[in-house]
T-cell receptor, first 115, second 112 residues
Framework: EAAVTQSPRNKVTVTGGNVTLSCRQT?????MYWYRQDTGHGLRLIHY???????QIGDVPDGYKATRTTQEDFFLLLELASPSQTSLYFC??????????????FGAGTRLSVL | GDSVIQMQGQVTLSENDFLFINCTYS??????LFWYVQYSGEGPQLLLQ?????NKGSSRGFEATYDKGTTSFHLQKTSVQEIDSAVYYC???????????FGQGTKLSIKP
């Protein structure tokens, strides 16, 4: 079973604050993803990566940066947090073999509140 | 662009009722279709997937058929139980893309 660990689990910051959300996966997966989950919108893709140093833009990237430092670690950066970024954030990974068919393994989520 | 639509935001049933959750998709590609389930306090996890059009996927008593003609992938279960209470997400992944697109989610509540 793939292991995806997110930290912190909860975070409160103020408008304009600088926040980094961390994600580590330990199953040597190539692909990693950041999603946000909001009522009425479901899961929306922010950024994703298919390897260290690679970054792909998702569907709702505005206000977010991301960096994949190693195969295991993927970070989401909010440099000027706004209340609209209050959300539940999920990291996920998949192995990228047999493209189009892979299971995503999700972490437990980070709840972010921007006051 | 590609999209996945779930119109039912919430469904409330009693134990042993029949479950039907709508999902339709739109793409010009060759998608694999998924249902993910999210229990309270957890991240989503794969429930079932179907790669080939007109095939059926099944898991834990749930079924979904990939209907290319109607571009649908509805989720069904004959007799729901309280443990099935969760949020269910329909999702699509195009063969040539690395990203997964989710629907809006359907919250299933089961009355004991």
């Amino acid at each position: 079973e793939a292991a995806v660990t997110q930290s912190p689990r909860n975070k409160v910051t103020v408008t304009g604050g600088n926040v980094t959300l961390s994600c580590r996966q330990t199953n040597s997966h190539n692909y990693m993803y950041w999603y946000r989950q909001d009522t009425g919108h479901g899961l929306r893709l922010i950024h994703y990566s298919y390897g260290a140093g690679n970054l792909q833009i998702g569907d709702v990237p505005d206000g977010y940066k991301a960096t994949r430092t190693t195969q295991e670690d993927f970070f989401l950066l909010l440099e000027l947090a706004s209340p609209s970024q209050t959300s539940l954030y999920f990291c996920a990974s998949s192995d990228g073999q047999g493209r189009g068919q892979n299971t995503l393994y999700f972490g437990a989520g980070t709840r972010l509140s921007v006051l | 662009g590609d999209s996945v639509i779930q119109m039912q935001g919430q469904v409330t049933l009693s134990e042993n009722d029949f479950l039907f959750i709508n999902c339709t998709y739109s793409t010009t590609g060759y998608p694999t279709l998924f249902w993910y389930v999210q229990y309270s306090g957890e991240g989503p996890q794969l429930l079932l997937q179907v790669t080939t059009a007109n095939n059926k996927g099944s898991s834990r008593g749930f079924e979904a058929t990939y209907d290319k003609g109607t571009t649908s992938f509805h989720l069904q279960k004959t007799s729901v139980q309280e443990i099935d209470s969760a949020v269910y997400y329909c999702a699509m992944r195009d063969y040539n893309q690395g990203k997964l697109i989710f629907g809006q989610g359907t919250k299933l509540s089961i009355k004991p």
